[in-house]
Nanobody, 124 residues
Framework: QLQLRESGGGLVQPGGSLRLSCAASGFTLDRYAIGWFRRAPGKEREREGVSCISRSGGSTIYQDSVKGRFTITKDNAKGTVYLQMNSLKPEDTAVYYC???????????????WGQGTQVTVSS
């Protein structure tokens, strides 16, 4: 059974860093692209695409607001995708989800498999 599990969220001050992990089970990471999405407070019906890494790992995409601050990587041997988040801002506060799909896009509907999410709060 294909499963995704996020971890690494928490409370951090503005300017701080967090590293999110997405552990995959039931499949290998070379079979799916893995995207990170977030749902901000007050936007419970919207999942915003943040970043994605392709099946091969050779291609990544980032939302404009996180370029230069967030980095997505993966470790195929560990079956884990990471999202390193630096220079965090209060507007990055959200529940962060990882999802598995065929190709990297920022359309949540393109991803059939989702984790449960991890809360990231950026506040002083």
């Amino acid at each position: 059974q294909l499963q995704l599990r996020e971890s690494g969220g928490g409370l951090v001050q503005p300017g701080g860093s967090l590293r999110l992990s997405c552990a995959a089970s039931g499949f290998t990471l070379d079979r799916y692209a893995i995207g990170w999405f977030r749902r901000a407070p007050g936007k419970e019906r919207e999942r915003e695409g943040v970043s994605c890494i392709s099946r091969s790992g050779g291609s990544t995409i980032y939302q404009d607001s996180v370029k230069g601050r967030f980095t997505i990587t993966k470790d195929n041997a560990k079956g884990t995708v990471y999202l390193q988040m630096n220079s965090l801002k209060p507007e990055d506060t959200a529940v962060y989800y990882c999802a598995a799909g065929w190709d990297c896009t920022f359309r949540a509907s393109d991803y059939p498999h989702w984790g449960q999410g991890t809360q990231v709060t950026v506040s002083s």
